[in-house]
């Protein structure tokens, strides 16, 4: 492999690593934006279903964590 293709190749990388961060932090957000909503004046079962919409986000971001740490 040329070094200027295993420099491009890194380049990627790090753009893609940057780009799932980001999205790991938009649905942090929109979980919290989610939790805050619960807490307005809305019916018992819309606050349920916001809940598990932002567990089911954070669980998202939990796997992603691993996948990316762990090396999964």
């Known amino acids: 492999m040329s070094q200027k293709s295993e420099e491009e190749l890194r380049h990627a990388l790090g753009n893609a690593r940057a780009e799932a961060e980001a999205l790991k932090s938009m649905l942090s957000k929109a979980a919290d ?40």
């Open 33 to 72: 934006r989610l939790e805050d909503v619960v807490e307005a004046d809305c019916s018992a079962e819309e606050q349920a279903k916001a809940l598990a919409t932002a567990r089911r986000l954070r669980t998202a971001v939990d796997r992603s964590d691993n996948r990316i740490s762990g090396g999964a």
